[in-house]
């Protein structure tokens, strides 16, 4: 599903990621670990062409990026295949929780509006928030906007999902809630990547992690090779 | 203008204005001729403005006045015993500087009921006769045509706001012309040689002055009506009233006048004659209040229509436009943000009324003649579409980077993401500033008058001034700019509340 090969990127001077490989299959949750400031994040925005790289290649369901600017219309298919849920949810302020669930596929995706709200409300029922439809993302608790960011995410039927740092802005009680959704997926088949500090949430998820450290790959492996038992 | 004043100001600026104009009319006293004389100079008020052959600006020295008034009024201050000084006034509005630091009009001014009524008037010191004028190639040949709609349906005739000639053009009931009045005597020259209007109806002498450098127009006949040009001085100046008068006395007997207007070319000895038999003019009635109110009311709430007209129109345009501007500059190519940053610069840095007048009377010169109120909405659009943009772009920045990735994140286009997501938030956030803009440009409006546009403001002035109830029009008409704005300061006020509540 992902393969990304000898991904290297300076920031100002400074190596953000120096040879990156690993690969994703179809069905498998990876999780990438590491210290702050070793790469994670911009390894995952590099996926989806949130951010350019140096050198290197990343595919991802069928597409290929490139380094440097890519041209606008392959970025929008590679994140139609490729959703992603932020650290601070970056829920549409402006809409509802069911209107962000429906806006991508309603825009993007062409399908009609009474659809995409049908389709909305069956993803909010499915991570526990069929109740709260209505409610303005300023107005739910931070485990429910990013329960809804996951849904919103789903809604344009990804083939992988990209998380970053899904629970590090979240208390532990509103952790547990997005976790057991991320465990609930990874059940069901969903090809994910997890950019993590919480170690016993790639435990419970990933069947492969990899640990960045200084913008390279430290270790590379099953959870309990590379996180110990 | 500004984009954090509150609603408030507006009540505040209205009453503040209202209050100085009732102060500043609220006759000032006047200096009497011992005072002239005590202080050795004689100030007179004239435009200088396109004011050939009265009073212009030299054209072989550069920074010097000129004209066949500048000598008089030199001439007047002499047999006066003291130096004559020039102050610089808009035409139509030269009588209210009587009293406030001058101490006559001398340019022009003539000699109608309604003057004699609110000022005092001097004894005619020239003959004027009125002179339609039009362009050579114009099917317009003989006065009499007026009488009927032209190729182009009812005439445009152009006039000096506030002049006998304006007041005798709509006084004509029986002629198919729209009068349409400017601020100064080139711009309706200008006009009709640019093709915006049929003919323009000037004094006799102007036209005179100026054939040479409007050679493409033509004399439409003999003159049609007449009349004198006065000196004007104010009602409580008697003795300065009557020195002026013996003054212009000795001028014309001892034959000054008749040289002075024979340097001019202004054909001295059948001025004499036309001086000598002048007719006694009568003074205009003092209308009732109820009178005032009945026969100005009609007119000042047509023109509130059209200062309504003007903002409403202009300023959707200056939104749409804004928000282009400012979503070009943050998310378009760099070449397209330097071109409207610098659009911005210009428009920012320019004055509304240069933009207006640029548009109005210079475009025509490239071959394309807006009509007046085209013109003024355009350019008020123009204008505020460039503040705001401003407030856009802050707005725009304003909206957390993470909305606009998580849009992308999505598959959205850059345009889809800005359009669902990032300029809704935008346009939310910049509400109250933006509705605060929409009553300034309510105020603004009234600068659409330099291009002959009659809003409020203007058609305030023109009606105090031919009425000479300047305190009363002005209350009404501030009550009238109220009720407008008023209603514009509490939907402003509402979107302020809404904001802190979701904020």
């Given amino acids: 599903m992902i393969a990304v090969a000898g991904l290297s990127k300076a920031r100002g001077g400074v190596t953000a990621l120096a040879d990156v490989d690993f690969e994703v299959r179809s069905g498998e949750v990876t999780a990438i670990v590491g210290p702050s400031g070793s790469g994670k994040s911009t390894l995952l925005r590099c996926v989806n062409g949130l951010e350019t790289f140096d050198a290197g290649s990343i595919s991802i369901a069928g597409h290929r990026l490139a380094p440097g600017l890519q041209p606008p219309r392959l970025l929008e298919r590679v994140r139609r295949d490729a959703g992603m849920v932020f650290q601070q949810f970056n829920l549409f302020a402006n809409l509802t929780a069911q209107e962000n669930v429906a806006l991508a596929p309603r825009v993007v995706a062409g399908v009609s509006a009474a659809e995409a709200s049908r389709r909305a409300i069956q993803l909010l029922d499915r991570v526990g928030l069929a109740a709260f439809a209505a409610a303005r993302p300023a107005t739910l608790s931070g485990g429910q906007q990013q329960r809804v960011a996951i849904a919103r995410a789903l809604a344009m039927e990804p083939k992988v999902i990209l998380f970053d740092e899904p629970t590090s802005a979240l208390d532990p009680a509103m952790t547990a809630e997005v976790s057991e959704v991320i465990v609930d997926l990874a059940r069901g088949g969903q090809t994910m990547v997890v950019v993590t500090h919480d170690h016993a949430l790639a435990r419970r998820v990933a069947t492969q992690v990899v640990e960045l450290v200084a913008g390279r790959v430290a270790r590379i492996g099953p959870p309990a090779a590379v996180l110990g038992a | ?503």
Wanted: aromatic share 8%.
């Fill in chain 2, 1 to 503: 203008m500004t984009a954090m004043s509150t609603p408030r100001i507006v009540w505040h600026e209205a009453l503040v204005a209202t209050a100085a104009l009732v102060i500043v009319t609220a006759h000032g006293a006047a200096a009497e001729l011992d005072e002239v004389r005590a202080r050795g100079t004689f100030v007179w008020a004239a435009d200088q403005e396109g004011g050939g052959p009265h009073v212009f600006l030299d054209p072989e020295r550069p920074g010097r006045l000129t004209g066949f008034e500048v000598e008089l009024a030199d001439m007047i201050a002499a047999e006066l015993g003291v130096t004559a000084r020039f102050q610089q006034g808009q035409w139509d509005r030269l009588p209210l500087l009587l009293g406030r630091s001058v101490d006559c009009v001398i340019n022009g001014i003539e000699l109608l009921p309604e003057r004699k009524r609110d000022y005092a008037c001097s004894r005619p010191y020239f003959a004027y006769g009125l002179q339609l004028l039009s362009r050579r190639d114009s099917p317009l040949t003989a006065f009499e045509q007026l009488a009927a709609p032209g190729p182009g349906g009812r005439w445009r005739v152009g006039v000096l706001t506030g002049s006998a000639a304006e007041v005798f053009l709509r006084s004509r009931h029986d002629l198919e012309v729209d009068v349409i009045g400017y601020d100064g005597t080139i711009d309706s020259l200008e006009q009709v040689q640019s093709g915006v209007l049929d003919a323009t109806l000037i004094d006799d002498c102007i036209f005179n002055f100026y054939a040479d450098r409007f050679a493409g127009l033509r004399a439409v006949g003999r003159t049609v009506a007449g009349g004198y040009y006065t000196v004007l001085t104010a009602r409580d100046t008697p003795r300065l009233t009557a020195a002026i008068d013996e003054a212009l006395g000795r001028l014309i007997a001892d034959g000054r006048l008749k040289a002075l207007y024979d340097r001019w070319d202004l054909a001295g000895r059948q001025q004499i004659l036309a001086l000598r038999d002048a007719a006694e003019i009568p003074v205009a009635g003092r209308r009732s209040l109820r009178q005032l109110a009945a026969d100005t009311l009609p007119m000042l709430l047509t023109a509130a229509g059209m200062t309504l007209l003007l903002a409403c129109v202009s300023f959707p345009l200056a939104i749409v436009a804004g928000l282009a501007v400012a979503v070009g500059r943050l998310y378009g190519p760099a070449w397209l943000a330097r071109l409207l940053t610098a659009s911005v610069e210009v428009v920012r840095g320019t004055p509304l009324m240069l933009q207006l007048y640029a548009i109005f009377f210079l475009l025509p010169k490239i071959g394309l003649a807006l009509p007046a109120l085209v013109a003024a909405v355009a350019g008020l659009a123009l204008n505020y579409s460039a503040y705001e943009s401003e407030i856009y772009r802050a707005g725009l920045k304003a909206v957390p980077a993470g909305q606009f990735q998580a849009a992308l994140a999505l598959g959205m286009t850059k345009w889809q993401a800005l359009r669902h997501v990032v300029v809704p938030q935008a346009v939310r956030l910049v509400m109250p500033p933006v509705t605060n803009d929409f009553i300034a440009m309510f105020k603004d409006t009234s600068v659409c008058s330099v291009i002959t546009v009659i809003e409020l403001t203007k058609r305030y002035s023109v009606l105090a001034l031919s009425t000479g109830r300047i305190v009363e029009l002005a209350v009404i008409t501030a009550i009238l700019y109220l009720a407008m704005s008023w209603p514009l300061a509490l939907l402003s006020r509402r979107f302020e509340s809404r904001q802190e509540r979701v904020a």
